[in-house]
């Protein structure tokens, strides 16, 4: 049961970059998911969540409105789209499943996890 986070890099600010979160070992299907990251220094954040179906996402405030998070079950992977980046969004970024309902905002109700994904946004 593993999840490998992938996608991120070196972009310059007002780039993008889409990281993905693949399941091996297991289906997503009936998985939460929620994507995290923690730049140095700082406390781990919760970035974005999506429910099992994909009906119900969530949003930090800091990323609404930049980043997307979505879901191809038939592939067993989750999305980040991440558009618009900023030098605060450099984090090594993290993806989370839980088999629960709905999308958990709490990263203490995930309990697998992937090793993370680095995104540098250069000024």
């Known amino acids: 049961v593993q999840l490998q986070a992938s996608g991120g890099g070196l972009v310059q600010a007002g780039g993008s970059l889409r990281l993905s979160c693949a399941a091996s070992g297991f289906t997503l299907d009936y998985y939460a998911i929620g994507w995290f990251r923690q730049a140095p220094g700082k406390v781990r954040e919760g970035v974005s969540y999506?429910?099992?179906?994909?009906?119900?996402?969530y949003y930090a405030d800091s990323v609404r409105g930049r980043f997307t998070i979505s879901r191809d079950n038939a592939k067993n992977t989750v999305y980040l789209q991440m558009n618009s980046l900023k030098p605060e969004d450099t984090a090594v970024y993290y993806c989370?499943?839980?088999?629960?309902?709905?999308?958990?905002?709490?990263?203490?109700?995930?309990?697998?996890w992937g090793q993370g994904t680095q995104v540098t946004v250069s000024s």
């Open positions: 989370a499943a839980r088999n629960v309902p709905g999308a958990p905002t709490d990263a203490a109700q995930y309990d697998t």
């Open positions: 999506i429910s099992s179906s994909g009906g119900s996402t």
